[in-house]
T-cell receptor, first 115, second 111 residues
């Protein structure tokens, strides 16, 4: 299977701890996206990379959140000093710059629970 | 800014009955529209997409959607529901590189 993969699938952490999630996109895709989905809602855009460059960050991405994509391959999303409001499903997606109109393929998500 | 509204947060249908999920969009430019399905504790799977070619779009698992510019709608249908169609469905509109999703419609299928 060469789809988008995310690790871990589930993470339970205590408030105030730092967590890091990883996303491995489809190998030929140079665009990578992070979304957050809370219970009963649709996913909300967090940030976007084209290759290694982070081109947009949503206002939802507070200073406690940081995302990287070194060498334009996998990406990490780190949340520092987690809060209960950070509990959500974090989804990663990737797409090809050639594909129009930006058809995105999603990974299985990382479900974060902050206790 | 582009946005979508899904009408009805829950839809319950009998097995074999028509499935109709409603989505209306708001866009200042010709939109690119998508329907995704999400099974419990899983990511999103693309069902179908509208890219300004044909107004009637066929997707996977027997689903199709019709783009109606006059009604700013992109409703999803399936003629005959199957138990495996029980899931959450999201309509989305593309704004350049990012997707804006509706709140979702949960489909339950009664035997």
């Amino acid at each position: 299977d060469t789809g988008v993969s995310q690790n871990p699938r589930h993470k339970i952490t205590k408030r105030g701890q730092n967590v890091t999630f990883r996303c491995d996109p489809i190998s030929e895709h140079n665009r990578l996206y992070w979304y957050r989905q809370t219970l009963g809602q649709g996913p909300e855009f967090l940030t976007y990379f084209q290759n290694e460059a982070q081109l947009e960050k949503s206002r939802l991405l507070s200073d406690r959140f940081s995302a990287e994509r070194p060498k334009g391959s996998f990406s990490t999303l780190e949340i520092q000093r987690t809060e209960q409001g950070d509990s959500a499903m974090y989804l990663c997606a990737s797409s090809s710059v050639i594909a129009v109109p930006y058809e995105q393929y999603f990974g299985p998500g990382t479900r974060l629970t902050v206790t | 800014a582009q946005s979508v509204t899904q009408l009805g947060s829950h839809v319950s249908v009998s097995e074999g009955a028509l499935v109709l999920l409603r989505c209306n969009y708001s866009s200042s430019v010709p939109p690119y529209l998508f329907w995704y399905v999400q099974y419990p504790n899983q990511g999103l799977q693309l069902l179908l997409k509208y890219t300004s070619a044909a107004t009637l779009v066929k997707g996977i698992n027997g689903f199709e959607a019709e783009f109606k510019k006059s009604e700013t709608s992109f409703h999803l249908t399936k003629p005959s529901a199957h138990m495996s169609d029980a899931a959450e469905y999201f309509c989305a509109v593309s704004h350049y590189y990012k997707l804006s999703f509706g709140a979702g419609t949960t489909v339950t299928v009664r035997a």
